[in-house]
């Protein structure tokens, strides 16, 4: 069922699943991070932003609030404040592909920036749930297993959400992996739970 849900059946599990004691309580995880997929196809991408949009009124009017992080306004904004965004729209066009994103990866770097912001916004804003989005617009800059791997230590205290353009699938042989687009298969992250095999 979760492979071919439409966009609004989507929204109704996720809203099910996401007002659910059991959900907010982190309950039936074991010792595992409180960390969740949704994936959806990436030719519904803006579709799946009105998705989560509405999702979180929805919540919203149950009391339930979300902290929703955008991972590429998150990017910009760390590119503004360091004073650097003119810079890098400057050398853009001219610049050799790999260059740029090995000036972005260091600039973006999760671990020393990305998840800093993160924390920052967690303690500074009351939250029942983590929404994480822009996983396909910062590619290939930032890689979501990146992101999940090292912010693993600073959002445990309540559920996060990621929501990813392409598919989360587990096989024995090879263990979990974050298929981007449903193309790119080198994301290795098996701590996660598909939240849209979620059960309430």
Do not use: W
Request: include cysteine; charged fraction near 25%.
């Amino acid at each position: 069922m979760a492979e071919g849900m439409t966009s609004a059946q989507r929204q109704e599990h996720l809203f099910k699943v996401i007002s659910s004691q059991r959900f907010l309580h982190k309950q039936g995880l074991g010792n595992e991070v409180p960390f969740f997929i949704c994936p959806f196809p990436a030719s519904e991408g803006l579709a799946a932003d009105d998705m989560r949009e509405g999702l979180i009124r929805r919540l919203a009017n149950k009391g339930i609030r979300i902290l929703d992080i955008n991972l590429y306004d998150l990017s910009l904004d760390i590119l503004r404040e360091r004073d650097i965004f003119d810079d890098v729209l400057a050398v853009e066009a001219d610049t050799d592909k790999a260059e740029l994103r090995e000036l972005l990866q260091g600039v973006l770097d999760p671990k020393t920036h990305i998840i800093p912001r993160i924390a920052q916004a967690i303690n500074a804003t009351p939250h029942d749930v983590i929404f994480l989005s822009g996983v396909g617009e910062v590619y290939p800059y930032i890689r979501s297993h990146n992101v999940l791997n090292n912010l693993q230590s600073t959002a445990k205290d309540k559920p996060t959400v990621m929501f990813f353009p392409g598919r989360y699938t587990h096989a024995l042989a090879t263990g979990a992996s974050l298929d981007l687009f449903g193309r790119l298969h080198d994301d290795k992250y098996y701590r996660a739970f598909n939240i849209l095999n979620y059960e309430v």
